[in-house]
């Protein structure tokens, strides 16, 4: 089965730094999705960024990147020019590939909290 | 709908009563999934559908949970018999289709069992 491990419970960041989040997962499959997602205290889950595992290049999204090593099975977020508004809680996510898998499910790691210091 | 509505935001029950937990997916989207988030922690997969069938409910955790959907659109989690270890915040998304993999998310129904 596969897992996602978040292994930092907390971070915290100055406004206007950069700050990257870790992700680790474990999979015997080769291909499938990677996620990051935002949630505010508004409780709604907010896409930040998706990577397909066939793709090489690290997807990026204006100030939010990733370095996905697949040998590794690491998946970590850089957030650049940290703004006060980052601050969240911010979950990685695993989904099997469409085809062959049987399952579309999300599987969910235990989240980073982000706090973003002034 | 412009978004995934979850209703209601916040549900206070007796141990022991039945709940039920709505979600209205964003129109079109025919995949909907169920997750639990207990305080201070991830997401835990519940079900998932595809139109109105369900591929994949391994993750309801006992038989007092149950989820339906009907007309490819709402969708009802209900919870019988509840126990205070079911309080968590009960998120639902909705993806055009399985093959999709940007799920949009709905604001949560956050149960509380005393």
């Known amino acids: 089965a596969q897992t996602v491990t978040q292994s930092q419970p907390e971070m915290s960041v100055q406004e206007a730094e950069t700050v990257t989040l870790s992700c680790t997962y474990d999979t015997s499959e080769s291909d499938y999705y990677l996620f990051w997602y935002k949630q505010p205290p508004s409780r709604q889950m907010i896409l930040v960024i998706r990577q397909e595992a066939y793709k090489q290049q690290n997807a990026t999204e204006n100030r939010f990147s990733v370095n996905f090593q697949k040998a590794a099975k690491s998946f970590s977020l850089k957030i650049s020019d940290s703004q006060l508004g980052d601050a969240a809680m911010y979950f990685c996510a695993y989904r099997s590939p469409s085809v062959g898998s049987g399952t579309y499910k999300y599987i969910f790691g235990t989240g980073t909290r982000l706090k973003v210091l002034a | ?114």
């Open chain 2, 1 to 114: 709908g412009a978004g995934v509505s979850q209703s209601p935001s916040n549900k206070v029950t007796e141990k022991g009563k039945d709940v039920e937990l709505r979600c209205d997916p964003i129109s079109g989207h025919t995949a909907l999934y169920w997750y639990r988030q207990r305080l201070g922690q991830g997401l835990e997969f519940l079900i998932y559908f595809q139109g109105n069938s369900a591929p994949d409910k391994s993750g309801l955790p006992s038989d007092r949970f149950s989820a339906e959907r009907t007309g490819e659109s709402v969708s009802t989690l209900t919870i019988q018999r509840t126990q205070q270890e079911d309080s968590a915040v009960y998120l639902c998304a909705s993806s055009l289709d399985v093959l999709n993999t940007e799920a949009f998310f709905g604001q949560g129904t956050r149960l509380t069992v005393v």
